[in-house]
């Protein structure tokens, strides 16, 4: 079920070095919302705090408040480990367990949750999510096969159907597509369109075509300078990012004026 994300006045920490300052912002349901900025402005720091991967590395904390559907995220007695199973994140390089087979990979997750899947509701669960992840009809013969054999973009798409087969409320995606080849990342494309029916997503991506092709709503980051935060500076639709933004440093930004 696709759920709202609110994030309230976040400041994001490695130990006493703030990294990302002051964001507010209102993701929807049933959206694509796309993190641009330029590299160090904080967007792969502030994703990870949706779902709280940011507190694993060693001094990573945060103040403000992150509400999904209306709960805090960092409320007392929410279990991270419950969080990251409602709130899936997938990553810059497609990271499938490269000897266990595609099967198990898509179900690798789903096993955590229910440690006594049965075979038929398992295979159930691996063709419902490699479908949902279009990679089924390329590996449906080959299920025993390691996962490590496929193609990068196999691989990454091999990663959304395990994000996918918990079925998880929200999707992180961390520039999904950076290691892939132009028409592994036009599949890719199509699925975020067709998997926000069911998701919100958010996906950081450098690539301006790729922001405003997949996505409804742009957040441009920013960093006035090494040490500094960085910052939202701008959240709209993202057709108004794109053509008609406010403030200079997202038109400078998009239009490759930067730096
Ligand atoms: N594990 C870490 N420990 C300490 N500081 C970190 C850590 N990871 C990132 N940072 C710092 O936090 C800031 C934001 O980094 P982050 O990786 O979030 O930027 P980014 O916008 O995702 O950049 P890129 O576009 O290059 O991926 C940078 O100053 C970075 O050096
Ligand atoms: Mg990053």
Request: a negative charge; charged letters at 20%; aromatic letters at 6%.
């Given at each position: 079920?696709?759920?709202?994300?609110?994030?309230?006045?976040?400041?994001?920490?490695?130990?006493?070095?703030?990294?990302?300052?002051?964001?507010?912002?209102?993701?929807?349901?049933?959206?694509?919302?796309?993190?641009?900025?330029?590299?160090?402005?904080?967007?792969?720091?502030?994703?990870?705090?949706l779902?709280?991967?940011?507190?694993v590395?060693?001094?990573?904390?945060?103040?403000?408040?992150?509400?999904?559907?209306?709960?805090?995220?960092?409320?007392?007695?929410?279990?991270?480990?419950?969080?990251?199973?409602?709130?899936?994140?997938?990553f810059?390089?497609?990271?499938?367990?490269?000897?266990?087979?595609?099967?198990?990979?898509?179900?690798?997750?789903?096993?955590?949750?229910?440690?006594?899947?049965?075979?038929?509701?398992?295979?159930?669960?691996?063709?419902?999510?490699?479908?949902?992840?279009?990679?089924?009809?390329?590996?449906?013969?080959r299920?025993?096969?390691?996962?490590?054999?496929?193609?990068?973009?196999?691989?990454?798409?091999?990663?959304?159907?395990?994000?996918?087969?918990?079925?998880?409320?929200?999707?992180l995606?961390?520039?999904?597509?950076?290691?892939?080849?132009?028409?592994?990342?036009?599949?890719?494309?199509?699925?975020i369109?067709?998997?926000?029916?069911?998701?919100?997503?958010?996906?950081?991506?450098?690539?301006?075509?790729?922001?405003?092709?997949?996505?409804?709503?742009?957040?441009?980051?920013?960093?006035?300078?090494?040490?500094?935060?960085?910052?939202?500076?701008?959240?709209?639709?993202?057709?108004?990012?794109?053509?008609?933004?406010?403030?200079?440093?997202t038109?400078?930004?998009?239009?490759?004026?930067?730096?």
């Amino acid at each position: 079920m696709s759920k709202s994300i609110e994030v309230q006045d976040l400041n994001v920490y490695y130990s006493d070095f703030l990294a990302v300052e002051g964001v507010s912002i209102d993701i929807e349901p049933r959206s694509v919302t796309a993190f641009i900025g330029p590299s160090g402005c904080g967007k792969s720091t502030f994703l990870r705090t949706l779902n709280r991967m940011h507190e694993v590395i060693p001094g990573g904390h945060v103040k403000g408040r992150v509400l999904i559907d209306g709960d805090d995220l960092y409320g007392p007695g929410v279990d991270p480990v419950l969080v990251r199973r409602h709130v899936g994140m997938v990553f810059q390089r497609p990271n499938p367990f490269p000897t266990m087979s595609i099967r198990e990979n898509v179900l690798a997750g789903a096993r955590l949750n229910n440690k006594r899947l049965s075979k038929s509701d398992g295979d159930a669960l691996v063709e419902k999510s490699l479908q949902g992840a279009n990679l089924w009809n390329e590996v449906k013969d080959r299920l025993d096969k390691p996962g490590g054999g496929l193609s990068g973009g196999q691989q990454q798409r091999l990663c959304i159907a395990r994000a996918i087969a918990v079925s998880p409320d929200v999707l992180l995606m961390d520039e999904p597509c950076s290691a892939l080849d132009p028409i592994s990342t036009f599949a890719i494309e199509e699925l975020i369109s067709e998997l926000k029916n069911d998701y919100t997503i958010v996906i950081v991506t450098h690539n301006m075509q790729q922001a405003s092709r997949v996505s409804d709503k742009t957040a441009f980051f920013n960093i006035a300078g090494t040490g500094k935060p960085g910052k939202l500076i701008e959240y709209n639709d993202t057709s108004t990012i794109f053509t008609a933004p406010t403030v200079q440093a997202t038109e400078d930004y998009v239009s490759g004026r930067f730096g």
